[in-house]
């Protein structure tokens, strides 16, 4: 079935320093990849997403490129700040699998030290 | 944006009883809801889908008469995990679709932590 495998955590960073999240997936057909974010005490949501091979999401300085040929959407940020502190979730949205469902990864804790 | 709360945060329970959790979209109308369970070190599974005046839609594995889920109108959902044992001890969390698809974009609830001793 349709899965997605993240890097593990945690992952500390100082303030500045570049941020890779990796994450892989696997699926049938095309799915919808996504990027969420829990910040401590709050509710999943959603980063950036990508719909189709080489497209880009982007937002608050995060990004991530689909990229089918390695069935990867690494999540990058040139500079992070203390208050990236969270935990993010990689997840796919298959229509033609997985009944349409997002499909989520482990999460990774991320927390950045000033 | 769209707001999901629910009540309570965490709770801690005996084994064998019931307990409540429940999900409210707060500025919008939901007539789906999704309720996810997470593991420690695990990702969020989908256990059901909440359908409002109509019965809830499970996924394989999940005990219906176990977890009963009552989608009483459109901006609350309820799960109540019946007879609770510690294997049910969990991170439960709900989530609505803003729009009437349900594959529109998730609002996610802030998780309620059930202890079960």
């Known amino acids: 079935g349709d899965s997605v495998t993240q890097m593990e955590g945690p992952v500390t960073l100082s303030e500045e320093a570049f941020l890779t999240i990796n994450c892989t997936y696997t699926?049938?057909?095309?799915?919808?990849l996504f990027w969420y974010v829990q910040y401590p005490g709050e509710g999943l949501q959603l980063l950036l997403k990508a719909t189709k091979a080489d497209d880009k999401g982007s937002n608050k300085g995060f990004e991530a490129t689909y990229r089918k040929e390695t069935t990867s959407f690494h999540l990058e940020k040139g500079s992070v700040q203390v208050s990236d502190s969270a935990v993010y979730f990689c997840a796919l949205r298959n229509y033609g699998g997985s009944q349409g469902n997002l499909i989520f990864g482990k999460g990774t804790k991320l927390s950045v030290k000033p | 944006g769209a707001v999901v709360s629910q009540h309570p945060s965490r709770v801690i329970c005996k084994s064998g009883t019931s307990v409540k959790i429940e999900c409210r979209s707060l500025?919008?109308?939901?007539?789906?809801m999704f309720w996810y369970r997470q593991f420690p070190k695990q990702s969020l599974m989908l256990m059901a889908t909440?359908?409002?005046?109509?019965?809830?839609?499970?996924e394989q594995g999940v005990e219906k008469d176990k977890f009963l889920i009552n989608h009483a109108s459109l901006t609350l959902s309820t799960l109540t995990v019946t007879s609770a044992h510690p294997e049910d001890s969990s991170f439960y969390i709900c989530s609505a679709p803003l729009g009437a698809g349900r594959y529109n974009e998730q609002f996610f609830g802030p998780g309620t932590r059930l202890t079960v001793l």
């Open positions: 500025d919008f109308q939901a007539t789906t």
């Open positions: 909440s359908n409002e005046g109509s019965k809830a839609t499970y």
């Open positions: 699926a049938t057909g095309y799915p919808s």
